[in-house]
């Protein structure tokens, strides 16, 4: 089962910084928060993950609270482009284990 | 550099025939993984193959199975296929450049979208 809750859907003005938060009270210390995103008819696409940090990419900023028990991707000047389902993942290294648990996300809507 | 490629992009199957997905990973990617995502629903782990190994395996029935080849290609099989089964199945691969260990991301490619007839 998903260990994470994301609001099912979210609307952004285009420009604007798109703000996706995702709860993940349960979260252990050695599991990492992932973000995908899917466009329609597309394959997820990686966007960032972290630990415990904030992270910044050329894509997005992870947020991640002190407590680790949410964080918020931040899409700093949202385009139309950026319509997609955002799925928040909590994934633990252990030994062979490899797997992505996919919740039903949040679908982000960009509006001009 | 190409990203993960899966073939075919869409089948067509009727109850009860057998499918093979097939799935090239990202050139020096040792790792495989298959989800199955149905109409409305985030993707739902079925396997993954880590140097040809079985390393990990979602609730799905017996019908489905996998293998992974030298070359880190791999496929998926599915057997007596049944309506429920209609669905995108994608595959990931991720570096796994620690031997167990590993935060590195699995990039998706666009799937195989099955229909049963």
């Known amino acids: 089962d998903a260990k994470t809750t994301q609001p099912p859907s979210m609307d952004c003005a285009e420009g604007r910084a798109a703000n996706l938060p995702c709860n993940h009270s349960t979260i252990s210390g050695n599991e990492y928060v992932y973000w995908y995103r899917q466009i329609h008819s597309q394959g997820p696409q990686y966007i960032i993950h972290g630990l415990k940090n904030n992270e910044t990419n050329e894509m997005a900023s992870l947020i991640i609270t002190e407590d680790r028990k949410s964080s918020t991707l931040i899409l700093p000047h949202a385009t139309l482009r950026d319509t997609a389902v955002y799925y928040c993942i909590v994934r633990v290294l252990i030994y062979n284990n490899n797997d992505m648990r996919f919740g039903a996300g949040t679908r982000l809507t960009v509006k001009p | 550099d190409a990203g993960v490629t899966q073939s075919p992009t869409h089948l067509i199957k009727t109850r009860g025939q057998q499918v093979t997905l097939r799935c090239s990973p990202i050139?020096?990617?040792?790792?495989v993984s298959w989800y199955q995502q149905v109409l409305g629903q985030g993707p739902q782990f079925i396997f993954q193959?880590?140097?040809?190994?079985?390393?990990g395996r979602g609730n799905f029935p017996d019908r489905f199975s996998a293998r992974q080849f030298p070359n880190y290609s791999s496929e998926l099989n599915v057997n007596a296929l049944l309506l429920g089964d209609s669905a995108l199945y994608l595959c990931?691969?991720?570096?796994?450049?620690?031997?167990?260990?590993?935060?590195?991301?699995?990039?998706f490619g666009d799937g195989t979208r099955l229909s049963i007839l």
């Open positions: 050139s020096g990617h040792k790792s």
């Open positions: 990931a691969s991720s570096p796994r450049d620690r031997p167990f260990y590993s935060n590195q991301p699995q990039h």
């Open positions: 193959y880590y140097e040809k190994e079985e390393r």
